[in-house]
């Protein structure tokens, strides 16, 4: 049978061996990332913490989305073109492969089902592992700063699972795998809640990744470990790097409408790759300061294990009670361990000051 080349759009579109690659190898990176964060958990004889839970929960979402992709795959909609008889409107061409469109409809349905939970989970995960570092009494600026973006998480979660995917047509949950016709004749608008998805992610993405700013820069230590320390949490970009790429997508797409006669199956696919690169790298950002742990470098062992008992943030990220006698001693101890820093009297750790490095 010819075939007609359907309207190229002006990006990459992905092929079945990138979704099964996906579908096979991202799950598997997230889920080793976090077993190895666990792992750690058990030689530093502690129980695994809030954020440590979140991050796992969100690993075996994101294994789910995985079986998705394979599946799509061996069912031969997802990453693969959809051939169009010679002569055919492409433009007209979705009535002629309808099975296959509803096909991929219903699968990217349930991966974005899915998706928003993983998102929600490992967003989380990172939030309270901020927390779990910089909050070292209430009150304070971080801590009210963490709640809200929290805050913003589950509102931005429970939003779109529930106002975009379930009831986004109103009782009519079907609209979302009915043919565009169908859709556009029942006038629930798909769209917007779609650009409302990713532009949000990304601007909530940022949002996460420059809370823990302030903090880092107001801690006593040197300019050089600063930067080290920045770039650590940095890693993050990473993952707003493919969120970034997938709202260009999704706007170039919108742009150029449905009637310009792309192929939509590959481009959903696309869409939904970038998806989940993006909250697999997430995944693993997270996990990478656990991850100093295993360096053999023991400072920033000890640096990662104490930095929760730090209090001498300044101006308004430190409570307004100040910091007791007790406190300042761990923060000294925790500075003398770290590699270059300056001599402080009383170097002799306290005993909490160990235990706050189980906890880590």
């Avoid at 598997?28 to 839970?53: E, M, N």
């Avoid at 409809?105 to 899915?114: N, P």
């Avoid at 993405?205 to 107001?218: K, S, T, V, Y």
Wanted: proline share 4%.
């Amino acid at each position: 049978m010819d075939l007609v080349q359907w309207y190229q759009l002006p990006f990459t579109l992905v092929t079945p061996s990138d979704v099964l690659g996906a579908g096979i190898a991202l799950p598997l990176a997230s889920l080793g990332i976090v077993a190895t964060r666990f792992y750690i958990r058990t030689v530093q004889k502690a129980a695994p913490g809030l954020d440590d839970w979140c991050i796992l929960i969100g690993a075996i979402f994101i294994t789910f989305i995985g079986a998705g992709f394979i599946t799509g795959e061996r069912l031969g909609v997802m990453g693969y073109p959809t051939p169009l008889p010679s002569g055919a409107n492409a433009a007209e061409a979705y009535g002629l492969f309808l099975n296959a469109y509803i096909l991929l409809a219903k699968l990217q349905f349930a991966i974005q089902f899915l998706m928003v939970f993983a998102y929600g989970f490992v967003k989380a995960s990172i939030v309270l592992f901020c927390r779990r570092i910089f909050v070292s009494h209430k009150g304070s600026a971080f801590d009210w700063a963490s709640k809200t973006v929290m805050v913003l998480i589950i509102l931005w979660s429970a939003g779109f699972l529930i106002g975009a995917l379930i009831l986004g047509c109103g009782k009519s949950v079907e609209l979302h795998w009915a043919p565009l016709q169908v859709i556009e004749q029942s006038g629930c608008d798909t769209s917007t809640p779609e650009i409302a998805l990713v532009i949000s992610d990304l601007i909530l993405d940022l949002l996460i990744i420059m809370l823990p700013l302030p903090a880092i820069w107001a801690l006593n230590m040197s300019r050089k470990r600063k930067f080290a320390v920045t770039g650590i949490f940095l890693v993050g970009l990473t993952s707003i790097s493919a969120s970034a790429a997938r709202a260009a997508i999704y706007l170039v797409t919108l742009y150029e409408g449905y009637n310009v006669g792309y192929d939509i199956d590959r481009v959903v696919t696309t869409l939904l790759w970038w998806s989940l690169l993006e909250i697999t790298l997430a995944a693993i950002a997270a996990c990478l300061p656990t991850l100093g742990f295993l360096r053999a470098d023991v400072h920033v062992q000890r640096f990662f294990s104490k930095m929760g008992s730090m209090s001498s943030l300044p101006g308004s990220w430190r409570s307004r009670k100040g910091s007791s006698s007790q406190t300042r001693q761990q923060t000294e101890d925790t500075f003398n361990s770290l590699p270059g820093a300056h001599s402080l009297p009383n170097q002799k750790a306290s005993s909490e000051s160990q235990l706050e490095m189980g906890r880590m």
